[in-house]
């Protein structure tokens, strides 16, 4: 159980972010620092809590972020360019913002002391576009040169190896976590399952790019949240990578679209249209360390989450 820590969270109006503020912000007091590119915080019941604060800044102003973080026990970095679509656009500023952003981060957690944990988010798109239950130890892949699509992974693997020089010269307790394709309700900008849930309840078509054979391990965003805390509780998680996902709920992209179909009794009709990009043909993680380290296993299965997030999209857009 967290409590009693002063939490500063990048990227705190995001949606896994919101999460996390949700359970921890009654026994903790939060900082959230976001420039609001995406605002998942703004409309939920804690946003005014007085147990929170708010620093709308970016992680590329360093003077701002220091100064924001002076305090703090615990720092989650959860502040990122991502989706396939904004990082294809904006390459540049994806790999400034990932790079510089987490560097910034991890110095001014240094020059902070934070002496609890700093969580840095990393990415599952490190193992490239073949990834079948790939360990925290299999090699990580950097897609060739000049493909868009790849500036994400690189930029979040140079923060990833960053954070662990950070821990091995400075002894900064980090812990870097890499989520596999999460989701769930509050999940803001782009994400497959929201996509097509949105579009289903409406009996939409449901759009698939590519032949819809690419493999995907979903996981809930309470099963990662879960282990999350896991990893900023628990001092066997310091300097350490885990993979976080379900490796039991796997689907291809048709696959997912049809049972998000049949569970919500949609009459939508899927229709298939050209790939827009390099794509990540398989992508299963295996989820042993988790396990074996920190007794995280996750919970809730595809089905499950789709009901859960489609309530939460019928209430709340």
């Not at 949700?22 to 915080?41: A, E, P």
């Not at 703004?42 to 620093?55: F, G, K, M, R």
């Not at 090699?139 to 979040?156: D, I, N, P």
Request: proline share 2%.
């Amino acid at each position: 159980m967290i409590t009693n820590k002063k939490i500063f969270i990048t990227g705190g109006a995001g949606f896994i972010a919101n999460r996390l503020i949700s359970l921890l912000v009654d026994n903790n007091k939060i900082v959230v620092y976001d420039n609001f590119h995406r605002d998942t915080l703004s409309y939920t019941e804690y946003a005014n809590h007085p147990n929170l604060s708010v620093v709308k800044g970016d992680v590329l102003d360093y003077a701002l972020l220091e100064k924001s973080m002076a305090g703090a026990n615990i720092v989650v970095h959860a502040a990122a360019i991502a989706g396939i679509d904004t990082v294809i656009k904006s390459p540049t500023n994806t790999m400034r913002v990932n790079m510089i952003g987490t560097a910034n981060v991890l110095e001014a957690a240094r020059v902070n002391n934070v002496s609890d944990r700093v969580i840095d988010f990393s990415t599952s798109e490190v193992f490239g576009s073949h990834a079948f239950k790939s360990t925290e130890d299999t090699e990580t892949v950097a897609g060739s040169a000049g493909e868009a699509r790849w500036t994400y992974a690189v930029s979040k693997l140079a923060g990833e190896h960053l954070a662990m020089a950070y821990y091995k010269e400075f002894n900064l307790p980090v812990c870097s976590v890499r989520p596999f394709n999460v989701y769930g309700p509050g999940q803001t900008g782009e994400g497959a399952i929201q996509i097509f849930i949105k579009r289903a309840l409406k009996n939409e078509d449901i759009y698939i790019y590519g032949d819809g054979n690419q493999i995907r391990a979903w996981c809930f965003v309470d099963d990662f949240v879960a282990c999350l805390q896991k990893c900023i509780e628990d001092s066997k998680a310091i300097g350490e990578s885990f993979n976080i996902g379900n490796s039991r709920a796997v689907l291809t992209t048709y696959g997912l679209a049809q049972t998000v179909c049949r569970v919500l009794g949609s009459s939508s009709k899927i229709i298939f249209k050209p790939a827009l990009s390099a794509d990540i043909e398989l992508r299963i993680p295996s989820v042993e360390k988790a396990f074996e380290k920190l007794g995280f296993k996750a919970q809730v299965n595809v089905e499950e989450g789709i009901l859960k997030t489609a309530e939460w999209i019928k209430n709340n857009l």
